[in-house]
């Protein structure tokens, strides 16, 4: 998709990789150099031992990152939602939350032909990815044309990063579940505002799977932009859009591009 907006588009270009426990979007990219940094956060933690169970600290953190159960007695902080802001420390008066400094991850950036590619890898110690997920929103730069890989799911992290979405795509592949997973999708992108769209990947014989991914974008009324079929030399990058792409897929891409941008109007 990169390739084939680096054809269409004109001016800047940014490719963001978002999935930090698999950040393997770059591995196709092989004559960029990265620099890779390292992301330290001051992670907050409770002295459960301390702890009077109060719950005075529950209001004052702004993404419900804190689960408190007064019945056990039991709080605790769940990780896909805590951005390490540092809110929850100001509600304890007992000062029993403190901030212990980490590592989050890391921010590898390249640049070519005046294009940046940035990603994010998540340190495998912890579960805490929202902050890497924050800074790397904070590397995109301004006026590029910015096109995001994110993780399927829709966990807390994904939503931050569909944050400053103009148009999201869902790439559905022949597996058990798809709907399941793209109904879950549609809804949170709905309740974000986000203009969306589906696209098939991958596809090989499976005309019955590509005919029930239809009849569903019929029934929800979602645009379906794009049936991809699967190519080898696609899957290992091998291929580029401008060199060795068929016409057919060179069309495919084409259009989808099209498709694309009467979406995000």
């Known amino acids: 998709m990169?390739?084939?907006?680096s054809v269409k588009t004109n001016g800047m270009l940014q490719l963001m990789g978002y999935d930090v426990e698999k950040p393997d979007i770059f591995d196709h990219f092989n004559n960029i150099k990265f620099e890779t940094s390292e992301f330290y956060i001051n992670f907050p933690m409770i002295d459960l031992l301390r702890c009077r169970f109060c719950g005075s600290c529950i209001p004052f953190c702004p993404e419900t990152a804190l689960h408190f159960d007064r019945s056990i007695p039991r709080i605790e902080i769940i990780p896909d939602r805590c951005k390490a802001c540092g809110e929850c420390l100001k509600g304890c008066h007992i000062h029993i939350i403190s901030e212990r400094q980490r590592l989050c991850g890391y921010i590898m950036q390249g640049r070519e032909n005046g294009n940046y590619f940035t990603s994010g890898r998540s340190n495998d110690g912890h579960d805490y990815h929202l902050p890497l997920i924050c800074e790397l929103n904070r590397k995109i730069q301004p006026g590029a044309t910015v096109i995001c890989d994110l993780p399927p799911?829709?966990?807390g992290f994904v939503k931050m990063a569909l944050k400053e979405t103009r148009v999201a795509l869902i790439i559905v592949k022949p597996n058990r579940g798809w709907r399941r997973n793209v109904e879950n999708m549609t809804a949170l992108l709905t309740s974000m505002g986000i203009p969306y769209g589906i696209i098939v990947n991958k596809v090989k014989n499976e005309e019955s799977f590509?005919?029930?991914v239809q009849q569903f974008c019929k029934?929800?009324?979602v645009p379906l932009i794009g049936i991809i079929p699967y190519d080898p030399?696609?899957?290992q990058g091998?291929?580029?859009i401008d060199k060795d792409y068929g016409d057919d897929l060179r069309?495919?891409?084409a259009d989808i591009l099209s498709k694309i941008q009467e979406i995000a109007g």
């Open 153 to 155: 799911g829709y966990s």
């Open 210 to 212: 590509v005919i029930e």
């Open 219 to 221: 029934n929800e009324k």
């Open 238 to 240: 091998k291929t580029s």
């Open 251 to 253: 069309v495919i891409f």
């Open 2 to 5: 990169f390739d084939a907006a």
């Open 233 to 235: 030399l696609l899957e």
